[in-house]
Each structure stands twice: as structure tokens, then as C-alpha cells.
């Protein structure tokens, strides 16, 4: 581990020294990149530095008590004090190896968030709706911006699709743990009898993904065109600006109609697109090891019932890592990460087994 963090260390020291060259400095695209390396590794090499420095106080220290000489009282400080530095030490070895871990070269994207009505009719659609609200007031407690691309609701209010373009920085890396079916327990308002309703809703979380990373035949595309519906305003209905793509070879279709423009529904559309696509290739790739992923948290495997939402009881359930939380109106309010960080820490903790 150690050799690899020194390398690291190198590579940095180089690249700092080239984003400092002026010749460097001028070509922008180069310096660009530079930059961005550096980034990458940079919590690395900073988590690296403190480590060597407390393992230098640390033997430092631990020599001067071998030496002896030292008053009582002063003994027992400089106990304390190894005794502190031996714990960051520890801690330190342990929060690099975590920094070690091979990334998911999509952490850092955008992310499609979709979501859809599962059993329970009318019910399941106002969750779907409650779902999209919840996502939404996370992304803003982020700072990440949310944009619907798609939205399909139901007479109530309720959301039988919608699809959810999420910007921000590692978007995806915290987001791709909701992929899966969510469950809600409660008493719909239409139920005189206070009979407590299951439904579901799934949950789909898809990283963006850049032109050149799918490429998409137009011949393989059927492109039509139609009249907006829903709420929007007269002049998104009187206009055929809504957009249906149907992907011939894998029978994936994509609708669009949130913006007036139907070239700005296209691209949005063509985008969702492009992402259904890279997943279905994911898929495909990991089926060799879909028995390892399935033991894994946010495996994504749309199949699993992964939490519940409990109104009588006031609780939401992550059956992944079994954590219960008490406080179903703070979650619901968009405060997602107790259990997000939690899944990442299991997550990280499977990983660690193979280190």
C-alpha cells in the first residue's frame, strides 16, 4: 500500500510542477488536465502527508520516553500524547486505505433519477409524488440543481413517471444507492375503514453519460412528434412540441414535453436516451458477476425491495444494511444522508474484505 501511496505522491509532486510551467500555463486544454489530475488524487496525497507527519511525532515521541529522564508528570503527558498520536496513526491507515479503493468511474456525474408507480394504484402514484419531492429537497439541501425531463401524474396529484435530470458534483456517487423498489405502508385518505395500503414505487438511477461514450445509429431511432398534454399552459398545448423516441433494436422509448421548444425536448430526450443505453450495456457486462452484486449494497438491482417507508409508525427502513430511523417527516423532507452514508460505509466495508 504503501509503495502505491508514494508513486502517488511522485505523480503529484510532477504534476504540480507542471501546472506551474508557463509553456503549461498556455496551452489551457493540457493545463486543464493537469489540474484536474491533480484533483483526484489530491485528497490522497493530503490524508498521506498527515499520516507520515503523525507517524514521525509518534517515534519521535515514543524515543524520548524510551530515554528516560523525564519528571513524573511530564511522563505521563508525553503517554498521552503517543497514546493520541498512535490513534491518528491508525485512524489515518485506515481512511487511506478507503481512499485506495477502486472508484466507480461514474461518481462523478450527473445522474437521470426516474421514478414509477409500482402496485397499489392511485396510492402508489401520490408515493411516486412524495418520492420525486423527497429527491428534489435533497438535491437542493446538496446544492446539486434538479430539472424534470419527464412528468406523467395522475389527476390527484399523484406521479405515475417522472424522470429527473440531477446536476452536481457526485450526483451519482451518493444517488445510485436509491436504485430499487421502495415500499410504503399507510392508510390512504380514501380508506374509511384506517386499513393500512402497501404499495410501491421503483426507483431507477442512471449516470449521464457524453455522446462519445454511446453511440446511437439515427437510422436505430424513430423520432415522433406530438401535442404537449397536462399542466404547462396554452402555448405548450397548441404547439407539437413533445417528443417520442423509440430505440428500434431494444424497443426503448423516451418521452419528453417539458420545454415549449421540441429541439430542446429532442436533446433532452436523446440525453435520457443515451443513458438507458449505457445501462443496458452495464447490465450486459456484469452479468458474469450479478451473483457477487446481488450481496453487495446499491447493487441496483431494480428486483429488490431495498426500504420502507412506515406512516402509523412514523419509521423508514433500509433492509440493505437493517437501519431503522424514527423520523419519517425529517427524511421525507429530503434528509437522506444518515442512511445514505450508511450504505456507503457497508459499501466500503465489503470492499475492504478484498483489499
Not at 439541501?141 to 401524474?153: D, T, V, Y
Request: charge should be negative; glycine fraction near 8%.
Amino acid at each position: 500500500m504503501y509503495d502505491k501511496l508514494d508513486f502517488i505522491q511522485e505523480k503529484y509532486d510532477e504534476l504540480s510542477a507542471k501546472v506551474s510551467d508557463p509553456v503549461v500555463i498556455g496551452d489551457q486544454p493540457t493545463w486543464q488536465k493537469y489540474v484536474k489530475e491533480m484533483s483526484e488524487i489530491e485528497s490522497i496525497v493530503k490524508e498521506y502527508g498527515e499520516y507520515k507527519k503523525n507517524k514521525t511525532d509518534a517515534a519521535e515521541t515514543r524515543l524520548m520516553l524510551e530515554d528516560g529522564g523525564l519528571e513524573e508528570d511530564m511522563k505521563e503527558l508525553f503517554k498521552a500524547e503517543l497514546a493520541d498520536l498512535e490513534q491518528r496513526v491508525n485512524k489515518g491507515a485506515e481512511q487511506l486505505k478507503v481512499l485506495l479503493l477502486p472508484k466507480d468511474p461514474n461518481d462523478e456525474r450527473n445522474v437521470f433519477l426516474e421514478i414509477r408507480a409500482g402496485t397499489g394504484g392511485e396510492e402508489a402514484s401520490l408515493f411516486g409524488s412524495d418520492l420525486l419531492r423527497m429527491y428534489s429537497r435533497y438535491s437542493e439541501r446538496r446544492g446539486w440543481k434538479s430539472e424534470i425531463i419527464e412528468l406523467n401524474e395522475t389527476g390527484l396529484g399523484g406521479v405515475k413517471e417522472a424522470v429527473v435530470l440531477v446536476r452536481g458534483k457526485g450526483a451519482y456517487s451518493r444517488l445510485k444507492y436509491e436504485s430499487g423498489v421502495h415500499r410504503v405502508q399507510r392508510v390512504p385518505e380514501t380508506e374509511s375503514s384506517g386499513r393500512i395500503h402497501t404499495s410501491a414505487a421503483t426507483v431507477a438511477v442512471l449516470p449521464e453519460v457524453d455522446d462519445v461514450e454511446v453511440a446511437i445509429d439515427p437510422n436505430d431511432v424513430r423520432v415522433d412528434v406530438y401535442r404537449s398534454s397536462g399542466n404547462g399552459g396554452q402555448s405548450v398545448n397548441t404547439t407539437d412540441s413533445a417528443v417520442r423516441l423509440t430505440h428500434i433494436p431494444t424497443g426503448i422509448v423516451v418521452t419528453c414535453q417539458d420545454e415549449k421548444s421540441q429541439i430542446k425536448n429532442k436533446d433532452k430526450a436523446f440525453k435520457v436516451l443515451r443513458a438507458r443505453l449505457y445501462d443496458e450495456m452495464a447490465k450486459a457486462q456484469n452479468q458474469e458477476i450479478s451473483e457477487v452484486r446481488k450481496n453487495q449494497v446499491g447493487s441496483g438491482d431494480r428486483s429488490e425491495r431495498i426500504r420502507t417507508y412506515n406512516f402509523p409508525q412514523g419509521r423508514v427502513s433500509d433492509h440493505r444494511i437493517n437501519l431503522t430511523l424514527y423520523k419519517l417527516d425529517y427524511f421525507l423532507d429530503g434528509d437522506l444522508d444518515e442512511i445514505i452514508d450508511g450504505l456507503i460505509t457497508n459499501d466500503q466495508a465489503e470492499k475492504m474484505k478484498n483489499f
